[in-house]
Every structure is written in C-alpha cells, then in structure tokens.
C-alpha cells in the first residue's frame, strides 16, 4: 500500500526517511546496530556506549570469577571481544580506547600479578606490591592488534557505505526530479496533442496559404486601385479552419460603413445588424471585439460573437469580419490573436500596392514579393508585437562561392522570403524570417554552415561569409533595410 508523504513534512525528515533507506541501513535492526546520526552526536554515543560496555563486561565478570575478572589465561581472550565488536562498529580508535579501559582494569585487579584480590576493599592495601607484577605482555598485545585490525576493518567498510549513502541519495534526488519532469512531459505531450487535434493549421501553415492566395488571385500593382476584397471566400475558409469558427460573413467597407451584402461567406446565413452593439464598438474602435471583451458591457445583447475590422497597413478599413457562431472553447486569447493576425496579413495583401509602393520605388531592384512580406511584418511588429528577422549573407563573387551561393539559393524556408543580390565584387542573399527571434537565426545560420561543412568542407570564416542580421523594425522599415544594404556594402 502507498504512503503520500503530507506536503507540510520537513526536508529534513525526508532526507533522513532516504537516508535510512539507503545502503546499509535498510532494517530496523539496522538501525539499532548503526543508527543515522550527526557526526558529534555520533561521537559522544560511541564513547559513552564504549565506557558502558567495557565496564559492565568486567563487572560480570568479576561477579563470576571474581580471582580473574578479565578472564586471563582461560583458553581463549573473552574479555576481548567487546572492544573488537566496539571497533566494528565505531572503528580503531574508540576500539583502542576500550582496550585502554582493560588496561587499566587489570592494573587495578591484578595488583599482585596474573592473580586478582579477592574483593574489592583490598585494593588500596595492596597497591604497594605492583612492583613486583609481571605484564601479561601476550595478552594485551594480541587483544589489541586483534581490535586495531578489526577497527581497520570498519574504518574502511564505514567509509565505503557513507560513500555509497551520499551516491544514492544523490541518485535518489535526481530519480525524485526525473520523475517529475517526466510526468510533466507526458502531461505536455497530451496537451499539445489535444491543440493539434482541434487547431489542424499553424500560423505558419496559414500565412503561407495566404500568401499563396494573395498573389495568385491578384493581378498586377497597378490594378490594386479598388478596394474589391480578392480572395475573401478564400480566407474565409482559411480562417475559419484555423481558427475553429463555424459561420462568419466577411462585408466590404464604403463610405465609413460595412456593405450589406457579403463578399465571402461560411456556414448558415445571417443578416448584418448595423445597430448591433458588437458591430457598432468594432466600427468605432476599428479592432478585434468579442462577447468577452471587458470594455464592451453591453455584448452580451449582440447576436454575433467576435467583430473584426479588416484594416490594412495604411490605417484604412476595407472590410469587417462578423463570426455567428464559434465553439465555446475556442473563444480564448490565443485563438482571437491567431484570427487577428490572419486578418491583418489578408488585409496587406488586399492592398499590397499601397503597403509595397514605398520600398519598390526606393529599391527598384527589391522583388515584389520580399517587398510585401517585409512590409506585412512591420505591420506585425508594430500591432501584435511578433518578431521577425532578416538575415544577410554575403558572399565573394567568384566561382567557388557562386557554388556555394547557388547551394545557399536551395535551402530556403517554405515561409521565408529571399532576396538575391549580385555586383561584380559581392553576392549577397537577404532572407526575410517571420516569427523568428534571435533563437531562430542562430539555429538559420547554424544549419547552413553545417550544410557548407559538410558538402563542401568550409565555414563561414574559411568561405569569406560575412553575416549580417537585424530584427525587423516596428516603424522606419525602408532606413533600416537601407542600413543593412549598406553593411552588405553591395551595389543595387
């Protein structure tokens, strides 16, 4: 039957519960026979138990034998035996102190020689006669080397269990943090299996969809001049899927308010509430809105459940999402700020012509493509706080490292954007990372200088690579992207 130890126990107490079931002191006799101690409280119990058992042991003896209470010249050194189990147990030298007590008792009661006084009131009248004593030298001398060796004995075995004791109450501890490591593991394992069932998509998985979606069903940048929501089914579907929500209608926004007729729409069919209090504090905050939003008090009335004003990076609204119904565990934090990042992604790239506009007149060579995904990110940095890098590598232009740059062309991300760049001195690769901090360009840059080592035998150093990285900033993108180009030191 298992005991739960109660969690107001001391630590000490539970040290000592492990220590008496370590090595050598697993038994309730055990414990009588070598009992846990500190090492001065240790100390006096041994000498007192030595002093104790020493003179009892004569003591019983003199009452039997009272002409030869040590017992001398019997066939065998009986009176021995207590200071040798005492070296056992406490080792040779509270041994030899038991020996010295024997000593001492036969200069007491052998005042005549190997013959002791017949009682114990004669030994001040014969004190006088110890001259004339011959010392059993045989006697003593063996008992004693008996009792060193056997303190030896113990010495050595008393280390090698303190040893063993200290090793398995280490072991014990690191078992004891094993085990509850291991028991959160499995408890995260069942979580995150429980999240990947009910959430089949990741952001990652969904902007990469959106992104697809956004320049697939867009035409050119000068065709962007209207604010016609392109691809809206599309993103529904994706959102929806992502984000758990079961009906949600997506209407485009003119004049300072939301059209009545739906451009995308999932789910059964729903009117829009222009009066509806949700619909009416999403309108005026132009941000996310749910039924549990603690400013808005009067959601409780509203028939929809989330609110979400389609706003691209240029502050203005082109669209508003209404969700009608939505499972009540995924009315949560973590997934209203999924929804709302897919929505400012898809609201960039309904107008990526006015985000881009900027940084491809600045940099004509810049692709459109790495244009838009560097403006969506800022725009990511800046609402939602979300990190994102961008990386440099550049490269000498000659052939070896036109191998390796070509090698370096292969080993993109599914989500990254790349921006090659060739001069006639340089070549330079600009890879744009979302949702990558300073752990995940480490991790970039440590997987292709592996793949260099191993392919080709170089590294960044013996290859000339000069890297350059920086975060993606919040507000002044085009000066910072400048910046970078010019520690590239590349000509565009």
């Not at 232009?397 to 292969?410: A, G, I, K, V, Y």
Request: glycine residues 6%; contains cysteine; neutral net charge.
């Amino acid at each position: 039957m298992n005991t739960r130890v109660p969690d107001d126990v001391p630590a000490r107490s539970r040290l000592r519960r492990r220590q008496q079931q370590s090595v050598g002191a697993g038994s309730r006799w055990a414990q009588w026979i070598a009992p846990s101690r500190g090492v001065m409280r240790r100390r006096i119990v041994a000498l007192v138990e030595t002093i104790v058992a020493t003179v009892g042991e004569i003591a019983i003896c003199a009452l039997f034998a009272p002409h030869n209470p040590l017992l001398m010249h019997t066939g065998f050194v009986w009176t021995w035996i207590v200071p040798v189990v005492i070296a056992l147990r406490y080792g040779s030298i509270i041994g030899g102190c038991s020996g010295l007590i024997l000593l001492a008792a036969w200069y007491v009661f052998y005042p005549g020689g190997d013959v002791a006084v017949t009682h114990f009131g004669s030994i001040a009248s014969t004190l006088e006669q110890r001259g004339a004593r011959v010392f059993p030298v045989g006697f003593f001398f063996g008992g004693f080397a008996l009792t060193l060796l056997c303190g030896q004995f113990g010495d050595i075995w008393t280390t090698r269990l303190r040893q063993a004791r200290v090793a398995n109450d280490y072991l014990a501890e690191r078992l004891s943090i094993l085990t509850r490591n291991q028991f959160m593991l499995r408890l995260s394992h069942e979580r995150l299996e429980q999240d990947l069932m009910s959430r089949p998509a990741t952001l990652r998985d969904s902007l990469v969809r959106l992104r697809q979606l956004a320049f697939l069903q867009d035409a050119t940048p000068a065709q962007q001049g209207d604010v016609t929501l392109r691809g809206a089914q599309a993103f529904l579907e994706t959102a929806a899927q992502a984000c758990q929500f079961d009906g949600a209608r997506i209407y485009a926004w003119r004049g300072g308010n939301a059209l009545s007729e739906p451009a995308a729409s999932i789910g059964q069919p729903f009117e829009l509430d222009v009066e509806d209090p949700l619909v009416l504090e999403a309108l005026e905050s132009r941000t996310l809105v749910h039924v549990g939003s603690a400013t808005q008090q009067q959601a409780a009335r509203s028939a929809y459940v989330v609110c979400v004003p389609l706003v691209d990076a240029l502050k203005e609204p082109i669209g508003l999402l209404v969700v009608h119904s939505m499972p009540f565990l995924a009315l949560n934090n973590d997934n209203l700020q999924f929804l709302l990042v897919l929505c400012h992604f898809y609201s960039d790239g309904v107008r990526h012509a006015a985000v881009t506009r900027e940084i491809v007149q600045a940099l004509p060579s810049c692709p459109y493509e790495f244009a838009l995904d560097y403006a969506r990110l800022v725009r990511l940095t800046r609402d939602s706080g979300v990190a994102s890098s961008l990386v440099a590598l550049v490269f000498d232009n000659d052939e070896r490292s036109q191998t390796w740059f070509q090698n370096l062309l292969r080993t993109r991300r599914a989500l990254d954007a790349q921006w090659a760049i060739r001069d006639d001195q340089h070549l330079a690769m600009l890879t744009l990372m979302p949702l990558s901090g300073e752990g995940a360009v480490d991790g970039y840059l440590l997987r292709i200088e592996e793949s260099m080592r191993a392919q080709y035998g170089v590294d960044f150093e013996s290859a000339h690579v000069a890297v350059h990285a920086i975060s993606v900033p919040p507000d002044a993108a085009l000066d910072a992207l400048r910046r970078l180009l010019e520690r590239c030191d590349v000509r565009l």
